[in-house]
C-alpha cells in the first residue's frame, strides 16, 4: 500500500511538472501531413507495437516505445515524467489494454484530449484467447491490428495515404510468412506435449497444434506475479521428471524461484528449453522476433 501511495505521489508531481513545462514552453506548428520533419508523434506502450507503427509510418512517423527492455518484468514497470510528456504530445497513443498496462490509462487520464487517437490492441484484436492479455502473440490479432494502425495514420494523415496503404501490404504479407511457418510446424509437430511456464504462449501454441500439459492455472499465476496452487506446481514438476512433455518453453522476462526449478528439472531431464521473451528484443523487428523464437522452437522439437 505504501508503495502504492508513493507511486501515486510521484505521478502527481510528474503530471505538475508537465503542466508548468506546457505552460511555459513556446507555442510551436507544424504536423507530419504540412510537412513537418519530426513527424507524426505516437506512442507506443509497448516497444513491438511501436515498430509496427514504425513499418507502417516510415518516415512520416516518430515513435516513442515506452516498454523496451527485454530484461525487465513489464509487470513490474512504473511510469514517470517523461512517459507524461510523450503522452501529452501524442497524436496517436496505442496501449495493449486488458489490464496489462493499466499505468497508460492513467497517463491519458491525466492529459486528456480529445483529438488524440488511442488505439487498444486488445480491444482490436479478433482472436482473444479467454483471460489471456498477450494479444500481440497471435499472428492473426497483429493482422487485424496493423489494419488498425494505418487507418489512424491516415485520418491524422490523409496526404500519405497511398504509402501508408503500401506499407500495410508490405507488413501484411510479412505477417502471412509467419503464419505458414506455423502451419508448417503444425503439420510436422502436432500434439506434440508441452509445457509452458506462463500463457503468453498460448497464442502460438494453439495454433502450432501443441499439446500443453501445464495446468492454466500455474501459467495464469506465473503471469500475473502470483503464487501458482501448490498441486499445480507439483503436476509441472511431475510432468518434467517424468518425462511427460517433450520441451519446456519459458518465459525469461517473468523468472521465479518456481519457474527457475522448472529449468533446472528440465536441464537435468534433458528436456529441450526454449525461452521467449515478452517484449521485443532492441534489435529486432516484430516479425524477426517471432520468426526466430519460432526456429527455436522447431530446433527444439525436432531434437526432441
Not at 497483429?142 to 504509402?163: F, G, N, W
Not at 503464487?227 to 503436476?235: S, Y
Not at 534433458?270 to 524477426?288: C, F, G, R
Request: proline share 5%.
Amino acid at each position: 500500500m505504501f508503495r502504492q501511495k508513493m507511486a501515486a505521489m510521484a505521478l502527481v508531481c510528474s503530471l505538475l511538472f508537465l503542466f508548468l513545462f506546457s505552460a511555459c514552453a513556446p507555442a510551436t506548428s507544424g504536423t507530419a501531413s504540412s510537412g513537418s520533419t519530426a513527424g507524426i508523434s505516437i506512442v507506443a506502450a509497448e516497444n513491438f507495437y511501436g515498430d509496427l507503427f514504425k513499418q507502417l509510418g516510415g518516415n512520416y512517423v516518430s515513435v516513442t516505445s515506452i516498454l523496451s527492455d527485454p530484461n525487465a518484468d513489464p509487470h513490474q514497470y512504473e511510469s514517470n515524467v517523461q512517459n507524461a510528456v510523450a503522452v501529452s504530445n501524442a497524436k496517436i497513443v496505442i496501449e495493449n489494454g486488458d489490464g496489462y498496462d493499466s499505468w497508460m490509462d492513467k497517463l491519458l487520464s491525466a492529459s486528456p484530449n480529445a483529438n488524440r487517437i488511442v488505439l487498444v490492441a486488445s480491444t482490436i484484436a479478433d482472436h482473444k484467447l479467454p483471460d489471456n492479455p498477450h494479444v500481440w502473440y497471435g499472428i492473426d490479432n497483429v493482422q487485424t491490428i496493423v489494419k488498425a494502425m494505418t487507418a489512424a495514420l491516415k485520418r491524422v494523415d490523409a496526404s500519405h495515404a497511398s504509402a501508408y496503404d503500401s506499407n500495410l501490404a508490405s507488413v501484411s504479407q510479412s505477417l502471412a510468412s509467419i503464419q505458414q511457418t506455423i502451419a508448417g510446424m503444425r503439420a510436422k509437430y502436432t500434439g506434440t506435449p508441452v509445457g509452458l511456464t506462463e500463457d503468453i504462449y498460448l497464442y502460438q501454441a494453439t495454433p502450432l497444434g501443441l499439446n500443453v500439459l501445464t495446468p492454466f492455472a500455474f501459467q495464469k499465476a506465473i503471469a500475473e506475479g502470483n503464487d501458482p496452487p501448490a498441486d499445480t506446481v507439483i503436476t509441472a514438476n511431475n510432468q518434467i521428471t517424468h518425462h511427460q512433455i517433450k520441451v519446456l518453453i519459458y518465459n525469461e522476462q517473468t523468472v521465479t524461484p518456481i519457474t527457475t526449478n522448472l529449468q533446472n528439472e528440465a536441464k537435468a531431464a534433458h528436456i529441450p528449453i526454449v525461452p521467449v521473451t515478452e517484449t521485443m528484443p532492441a534489435d529486432k523487428t516484430y516479425q524477426k522476433w517471432m520468426l526466430d523464437q519460432l526456429a527455436s522452437l522447431a530446433q527444439a522439437l525436432g531434437d526432441a
